[in-house]
């Protein structure tokens, strides 16, 4: 009867494990796709048009804020890829909770700075499109159309890959902790 219990506690605990370990190549795969089309689409995000005679340009680069979220959607996309490489070898070798703890970390830290890019994208987003009467400030995109469009999908695509981190760093979490649970430690 004991050998059945622990082999139904071993059964339970592999396919908990099988499962987490899909779910994290899954939501990792797509944190690259998504944070790879918002580094695209934000660094190939440009328009110049003519108005009243005059040659005017829209880019990325002219806004610090939007600089920033195009490192943090580079930096992420580089950590993604490496955390799926991390991820594949961790999940090759034996079953140990402890190691999920540093994907942990590492989820919530990216997690963290994308939504920074994308709160600082937004802001300017929104200035851009609804412009600020009080302090003089015209919007822009009823200029620049194609530009406006493409960082408005790049910060989208990056707030989906925000929930996505969300959710590694709860998966991540989840993991790590049943090594303390297991271990007697609350």
């Keep these: 009867m004991d050998t059945t219990e622990n082999s139904d506690m071993h059964d339970s605990s592999f396919?908990?494990?099988?499962?987490?370990?899909v779910s994290q190549m899954i939501l990792r795969f797509l944190a690259i796709v998504t944070t790879l089309?918002?580094?695209?689409?934000i660094l190939?995000?440009?328009?110049?048009?003519?108005?009243?005679?005059?040659t005017a340009d829209a880019s990325y680069k002219y806004s610090s804020a939007y600089r920033f979220?195009?490192?943090?959607?580079?930096?992420?996309?580089?950590?993604?890829?490496?955390?799926?490489l991390v991820t594949i070898i961790i999940g090759n070798t034996a079953f140990n909770p402890n190691k999920y703890f540093y994907l942990f970390l590492h989820d919530l830290i990216l997690t963290v700075l994308l939504m920074a890019g994308c709160a600082a994208a937004t802001a300017i987003g929104f200035v851009g499109t609804y412009g600020n009467g009080h302090i003089g400030w015209m919007k822009?995109?009823?200029?620049?159309?194609?530009f406006c469009n493409r960082v408005t999908l790049s910060i989208g695509f990056s707030?989906?890959?925000?929930?996505?981190?969300f959710l590694l760093a709860i998966v991540s979490a989840n993991i790590s902790r049943h090594?303390?649970?297991?271990?007697?430690?609350?």
Excluded: Q
């Design 37 to 41: 089309v918002a580094t695209w689409l």
């Design 69 to 84: 979220f195009a490192y943090a959607n580079l930096i992420a996309f580089i950590s993604s890829v490496l955390s799926l």
């Design 140 to 146: 822009i995109c009823d200029n620049f159309g194609k």
């Design 44 to 54: 190939t995000s440009r328009e110049k048009v003519v108005i009243f005679g005059m």
């Design 159 to 165: 707030y989906v890959c925000v929930g996505i981190y």
């Design 179 to 186: 090594c303390c649970t297991n271990n007697g430690i609350n």
């Design 15 to 21: 396919k908990k494990s099988t499962l987490s370990f």
